[in-house]
């Protein structure tokens, strides 16, 4: 049985997405653009630092990715349909894919698109993504970078997922592809949250080792080759195979390295040729350092629509006070108020021509806790305990009083966002997993061994095992104590943490030590390389910030890239059933058994709290100028669309 795969929109109706005609073969004619620049505010501190598609964890985040790499690099499968998270048909450079053979093996064909040099997208340019990352993510691979130039790696690698699961791929036709996986899988995971995974990269200028070198077939040197049979009297003779496990592919490490190094250089971002062959709408022609971006389009985009704009540009602000500041004065198109100006809505809509449009993201708003910490990690390590802190999170006032009323409470780890979203429990629905009560916190204290000072600090008084003690590695006279690292630059995040500082302390004796820090010191701190074999010291609990959720990269809410063992996993929660639970959801065989799945993962980390949820709130509010057209409905994965925009009267 052969199925071709799409994921139904998530609207009422839940209506399927149309289907796009391929593009020619040729290159596109050049495009007249209408005129007019638009201006973009980056987030309080989030610069992009990052321009190569194959990010490891540590640049893997909104302002890289959706805001900046995707602009110009397009993924093979598009997730993002006008403010919903599924699959876009009219900008995947692929056609959906056929699942066979018990949903083992995935055929791929390639729409004839054309990246800006004049040469063609073909599965040729695919395999030299899966290469590259099947090198990287290849844990006999060696270590490969500095201090000063990390990676490179890939920040959505979850062992045993995507590469791993994918036994050999190979090219079948200049645009087809077929790949053979290692069990049968769910195939709305399967395209969801891996095939989603995959950038076709421009072989014909990126297959290379140096600069000034020449290109090559660098990727494909060293490279494992088995006789794989795709029928009993055929043999292929060309496959390119997975090499997990095994040596990994010294030259597919090398162009890697090569191009991480390259995406270090941010003074080079706008006169590096590697990074003007584009096959995304626009490319860069101005990079700083600081963070100022401005992008023209690309006349040889093969997707449409194509872009009327004569220039995007995104400008950098060191708070929210700055972006402020500008916004108040009308010299930005497209940018956000801060909750605590809201009050100044109506004057900037009058004065500067500005409209209002909150923006909802595919996200959770989650603090991981260091379960691997030498000091603090024994106590997160307890159940109870995290369930006392969450219990002194007053989310409905933070909604209330810090962001204006713009959000919901965070119960579990699925977003709530679209409000239709059929994966959501009706447990994390309900919004009282937790409630806010300082006298369960007290009580879930005293009856584990603690005595509790409201006011002061509170300490273990009974160390041990049992049922009424502190817990396992809680020491004698241990204060209920931690550190909280936080990204700077936003005004209601600072706001929120001091008050959670605050009750922490007054209802509990729970004390937290704030301190800030910018955005990539934050996710640096998140992402390092955490386990219980060599735990991290050097942090308790971080907060990215309330626009910084951790907003989904697959549109199937599975939980791999949080907690399994050696994906990203901050903070490094550990748990067989959670593992488990999150294992099903990748193997179901159909929707109902998907869904029944994805209600038992998330039912248990909601009541398991691996972190501490803070509201869910918009990712940012937006103003925008009223002549703009084409902004709404705004990215549901953070991803921008300016070739969409235009100016009117």
């Known amino acids: 049985m052969k199925v071709a795969l799409v994921r139904p929109v998530l609207v009422a109706a839940m ?20 005129g007019g620049v638009v201006t973009y505010a980056e987030l309080p501190q989030t610069p992009p630092n990052y321009i190569l598609p194959l990010e490891s964890g540590v640049y893997l985040d909104d302002n890289n990715a959706g805001q900046f790499s995707r602009i110009m690099y397009l993924p093979l499968y598009w997730f993002g349909n006008q403010g919903q998270p ?39 340019d695919v395999i030299f993504w899966m290469n590259l990352l099947s090198a990287v993510t290849d844990p006999n691979a060696p270590a490969l970078g500095s201090s000063s130039a990390p990676g490179p790696g890939w920040g959505e690698f979850s062992p045993g997922g995507f590469p791993e699961n994918v036994v050999s791929y190979r090219q079948t036709g200049t645009y087809t592809l077929v790949l053979h996986l290692n069990a049968s899988y769910n195939p709305t995971w399967f395209l969801d949250n891996n095939l989603s995974q995959i950038y076709p990269l421009p072989t014909s200028a990126w297959d290379r080792l140096s600069l000034s070198g020449s290109v090559g077939n660098y990727d494909a040197s060293a490279q494992s080759r088995i006789l794989l049979p795709t029928s009993a009297s055929q043999p292929c003779t060309d496959c390119y195979v997975s ?11 090398g162009v890697a390295q090569f191009l991480n190094v390259q995406s270090q250089d941010l003074t080079t971002y706008a006169s590096n040729p590697l990074w003007q062959v584009v096959d995304g709408p626009f490319h860069l022609t101005k990079f700083t350092t600081s963070g100022f971006v401005k992008m023209v389009p690309n006349r040889s985009y093969s997707g449409s ?22 916004l108040n004065q009308g010299s930005l198109t497209i940018g956000y108020i801060p909750p605590q100006d809201l009050s100044q809505r109506a004057a900037l809509e009058a004065r500067h021509g500005y409209k209002y449009a909150p923006w909802y993201v595919f996200g959770v ?55 239709n979203n059929p994966d959501v429990s009706p447990l994390e629905r ?24 409201p006011g002061g600090i509170s300490v273990c008084a009974k160390p041990g095992s049992a049922a009424n003690q502190c817990g396992p590695g809680v020491k004698l006279n241990q204060p209920a104590a931690f550190n909280l690292l936080y ?26 030590t704030l301190s800030q820090g910018s955005f990539s010191e934050v996710i640096g701190k998140a992402f390092t390389n955490c386990s219980f074999s060599a735990p991290c010291a050097g942090w308790d609990v971080v907060d990215w910030g309330v626009s910084a959720t951790w907003t989904y990269t697959g549109a199937l809410p599975t939980g791999g890239v949080f907690f399994s063992p050696g994906a990203v996993n901050a903070g490094d929660y550990v748990s067989q059933q959670n593992n488990a639970n999150i294992q099903a959801t990748h193997t179901a065989p159909n929707q109902k058994a998907e869904l029944a799945a994805l209600y038992r993962y998330q039912d248990y980390v909601a009541r398991q709290l691996p972190f501490l949820y803070l509201p869910n709130g918009p990712f940012q509010l937006t103003m925008y100028k009223s002549k703009l057209r084409g902004l709404l409905p705004q990215g549901v994965f953070t991803e921008l669309y300016p070739q969409d925009y235009s100016f009117g009267s």
């Open 15 to 34: 209506a399927a997405v149309l289907v796009s005609a391929c593009s020619s073969a040729t290159p596109h004619p050049a495009t007249k653009a209408s």
């Open 305 to 326: 629509p194509k872009p009327r704009i004569s220039a995007f540009e995104e400008l950098p602000f060191t708070s929210d006070s700055a972006e402020y500041a500008a």
């Open 243 to 253: 090499s997990h496990p095994g040596t990994a592919t010294s030259g597919a490490l």
């Open 430 to 453: 309900s919004g009282k997993v937790y409630p806010y009560s300082p006298s369960t916190a007290v009580h879930l204290l005293s009856a584990h061994g603690w005595t509790v000072h």
């Open 365 to 419: 708003n989650v603090s991981p806790y260091n379960f691997t910490n030498p000091t603090v990690g024994p106590m997160f390590q307890q159940l109870y305990f995290r369930q006392a802190v969450q219990t002194l999170v007053n989310q409905a006032q933070y909604i209330k009083v810090f962001a204006d009323g713009q959000g919901s409470i965070a119960d579990g780890p699925v977003p709530t966002y679209p409000p």
């Open 487 to 512: 990204d700077s630059g936003s005004t209601q995040l600072t706001n929120e943490m001091e008050t959670l500082q605050s009750t922490l302390k007054a209802k509990a004796g729970i004390s937290v």
């Open 86 to 124: 599924s699959l876009n048909r009219k900008l995947s450079i692929a056609l959906p894919p056929v699942f066979s053979d018990h949903n083992t093996q995935v055929t791929v064909t390639l729409k004839h698109w054309m990246w800006s040099n004049g040469k063609p997208i073909t599965a040729r």
